[in-house]
């Protein structure tokens, strides 16, 4: 079965560059939801599309926003990145008659 | 969204059933219970969802008291490969899109 497919999976990137994660969510799945998660945390919650709207707001940072796109893909763009935003990004979508999230496999970032 | 209590921490060894125990006072009538499974540097997993009583899939087998006030997630015959850290949530209602709230999971080593 088709997954969440995130890109890229690892990247790096210095201090006040910028970064854009891509989530492609499973096929009719119309919601997609970021989460971070820092070395040794949990995941947490930052953002969320539905139908293409924002749907719910998390500990996102000013420095990040993210839209969802009309084939249901997501980007988050990251701008004047810091050390600390150094984490595993992941994506989960969910849809079709289901509110049950599946992930992607995450990608990971480094900011040097 | 109700707050989740786990352990941080078990241990078992290969062939055992494993149970997790997660308490959940301040439960909500609509909410479900859904665990999740993370191994390092990938996304999380879905095991198994459950609203009251007993659900059993192909991995896992949730329990649920009459109260909800708690849960316990019985994973049969547990191999090496099942060491990971494990999630209890609480939240979200049928037909809602709802951000998942992560608690510190129990991080299960199975030994060999």
């Known amino acids: 079965a088709a997954g969440v497919i995130q890109s890229p999976r690892h990247l790096i990137k210095e201090k006040r560059e910028t970064a854009t994660l891509k989530c492609y969510p499973i096929?009719?799945?119309?919601?997609v939801y970021w989460y971070q998660q820092g070395p040794g945390q949990d995941p947490q919650f930052l953002i969320s599309f539905y139908e293409k709207m924002q749907s719910d707001k998390g500990s996102i940072p000013d420095r990040f926003s993210a839209q969802q796109f009309s084939d249901y893909h997501s980007e988050l763009n990251m701008s004047s990145l810091e050390l600390g935003d150094s984490a595993l990004y992941f994506c989960a979508s969910s849809g079709d008659g289901q509110e049950t999230q599946y992930f992607g496999p995450g990608t990971r970032l480094l900011v040097l | 969204l109700a707050k989740t209590t786990q352990p941080i921490s078990m241990d078992s060894y290969e062939g055992q059933e494993v149970n997790i125990t997660c308490s959940h006072n301040?439960?909500?009538?609509?909410?479900?219970i859904t665990w999740y499974q993370q191994f390092p540097s990938q996304g999380p997993r879905f095991i198994i969802q459950?609203?009251?009583t007993k659900v059993t899939n192909e991995v896992a087998s949730l329990f649920i008291p009459a109260d909800r006030k708690s849960s316990t997630l019985s994973l049969p015959r547990v191999s090496l490969s099942d060491t990971a850290v494990y999630y209890c949530?609480?939240?979200?209602?049928?037909?809602?899109?709802?951000?998942?709230?992560f608690g510190a999971g129990t991080r299960l080593a199975v030994h060999p």
């Open positions: 301040n439960i909500a009538t609509n909410d479900y």
């Open positions: 096929p009719r799945h119309d919601t």
């Open positions: 949530l609480v939240g979200g209602s049928s037909g809602g899109y709802n951000k998942l709230i």
């Open positions: 459950g609203y009251k």
